[in-house]
C-alpha cells in the first residue's frame, strides 16, 4: 500500500512539473509575442516567435486533456504518452522553425508526432468524461475511431498519397469523431444528473494525517454523520435549524 501512495505521490509531482514548465514557457512566448506585436516590425524573428507561442499553447492544451484523464482514472501511463507526445512535438516544431530545418523526412517526422499529439489529447479528454457503465463502449469505440484517423493521416502524410477513396476514408472517420466528441460530454452531463445506483461502493485508505485515499489517489475527510440527521427528512427539520442541517 506504501508503495502505492508512493507512485500516486511520484506520478502527481511529475504532472504538476510538466504542466508549471508549460504556463511558463507559455508566459514567456506570450510576453515575447506581445513585445513583437507593438514593436510594430514583423520580421523573420517575430513570425518565429509567434509561430513558437502558438505551437507552446497547443502543446499546453492538448497536456491539459492528458493531465485531464490522469486525474480522473487509475492508471496515469496514458496521460503520461500523452504529455510525452505533445512535449516531443512541440519541441520538433520549434526547433524546426529556428533553426529553419531544409529536410523532407524531419518535417514528416514533426508532422506524424504533431497528429498523435493531438490524437492522445482528444481521446484522452473523452475517455476522462464519467458515463454510466452501459455507455462505457463508446469512448472505447471513440478512441479507436481517432487512432485509426491518425494512424490514415499519418500514412498519408508518409506516403504522399492522393487518392480519392483514402480521402472520403478520412472525411467519414472525422464526421464520426465529430459527432462521437459531440454525444460524449451530453451523456456525461445526463450520468450526472442521473441518481446514484443502489449498491455502489467507494473504498478508502486511512493515511497518517487522518484524511482517507480511494484507488485514484483522491483525498477525502471523512467524519460520521448522526443517526437522527441521516432518518430526518427536510421536512422534518424546525424551521429555526441552520441550513446545513435542514
Given at each position: 500500500?506504501?508503495e502505492?501512495?508512493?507512485?500516486?505521490?511520484m506520478?502527481?509531482?511529475?504532472?504538476?512539473?510538466?504542466?508549471y514548465?508549460?504556463i511558463?514557457?507559455?508566459a514567456i512566448?506570450?510576453?515575447?509575442?506581445i513585445t513583437?506585436?507593438?514593436?510594430?516590425k514583423f520580421g523573420?524573428?517575430?513570425i518565429k516567435v509567434?509561430?513558437?507561442?502558438?505551437?507552446?499553447?497547443?502543446a499546453s492544451?492538448c497536456?491539459?486533456c492528458c493531465?485531464?484523464?490522469?486525474?480522473r482514472k487509475?492508471n496515469?501511463?496514458?496521460?503520461?504518452?500523452?504529455i510525452?507526445?505533445?512535449a516531443?512535438?512541440?519541441a520538433?516544431l520549434?526547433v524546426?522553425?529556428?533553426?529553419?530545418?531544409?529536410s523532407e523526412?524531419y518535417?514528416?517526422?514533426?508532422?506524424?508526432?504533431?497528429?498523435f499529439?493531438?490524437?492522445?489529447?482528444h481521446?484522452?479528454?473523452?475517455?476522462?468524461?464519467?458515463?454510466?457503465?452501459?455507455?462505457?463502449w463508446?469512448q472505447?469505440?471513440?478512441g479507436?475511431?481517432?487512432f485509426?484517423?491518425?494512424?490514415?493521416?499519418?500514412v498519408?502524410?508518409?506516403?504522399?498519397?492522393d487518392d480519392?477513396?483514402?480521402?472520403?476514408l478520412?472525411?467519414?472517420?472525422?464526421?464520426?469523431a465529430?459527432?462521437?466528441?459531440?454525444?460524449?460530454?451530453i451523456?456525461?452531463r445526463?450520468a450526472?444528473?442521473?441518481?446514484?445506483q443502489?449498491g455502489?461502493a467507494?473504498?478508502?485508505?486511512?493515511?497518517?494525517?487522518g484524511t482517507?485515499?480511494?484507488?485514484?489517489?483522491?483525498?477525502?475527510?471523512?467524519s460520521e454523520?448522526p443517526k437522527?440527521?441521516?432518518?430526518?427528512?427536510?421536512?422534518?427539520a424546525p424551521d429555526?435549524?441552520?441550513d446545513?442541517?435542514?
Amino acid at each position: 500500500m506504501n508503495e502505492m501512495k508512493q507512485n500516486v505521490d511520484m506520478i502527481s509531482r511529475v504532472r504538476k512539473g510538466s504542466l508549471y514548465s508549460f504556463i511558463g514557457f507559455l508566459a514567456i512566448s506570450a510576453l515575447l509575442a506581445i513585445t513583437c506585436v507593438l514593436s510594430g516590425k514583423f520580421g523573420d524573428f517575430e513570425i518565429k516567435v509567434l509561430i513558437t507561442t502558438s505551437v507552446i499553447a497547443v502543446a499546453s492544451i492538448c497536456s491539459l486533456c492528458c493531465s485531464a484523464y490522469s486525474n480522473r482514472k487509475e492508471n496515469a501511463l496514458p496521460g503520461f504518452g500523452g504529455i510525452s507526445v505533445a512535449a516531443v512535438s512541440a519541441a520538433m516544431l520549434i526547433v524546426g522553425v529556428w533553426a529553419e530545418i531544409d529536410s523532407e523526412g524531419y518535417w514528416k517526422a514533426t508532422a506524424v508526432c504533431s497528429v498523435f499529439a493531438i490524437a492522445f489529447a482528444h481521446s484522452l479528454a473523452l475517455l476522462a468524461v464519467e458515463l454510466r457503465p452501459r455507455h462505457s463502449w463508446l469512448q472505447l469505440g471513440t478512441g479507436i475511431n481517432i487512432f485509426a484517423l491518425a494512424a490514415l493521416i499519418s500514412v498519408m502524410i508518409l506516403v504522399e498519397i492522393d487518392d480519392e477513396g483514402v480521402f472520403k476514408l478520412v472525411a467519414v472517420l472525422a464526421i464520426l469523431a465529430a459527432l462521437e466528441t459531440l454525444v460524449i460530454p451530453i451523456l456525461g452531463r445526463l450520468a450526472k444528473v442521473a441518481p446514484t445506483q443502489a449498491g455502489e461502493a467507494l473504498s478508502l485508505t486511512r493515511r497518517e494525517d487522518g484524511t482517507y485515499e480511494d484507488k485514484g489517489g483522491r483525498i477525502y475527510r471523512v467524519s460520521e454523520m448522526p443517526k437522527d440527521s441521516i432518518e430526518a427528512t427536510p421536512d422534518d427539520a424546525p424551521d429555526d435549524a441552520p441550513d446545513g442541517q435542514r
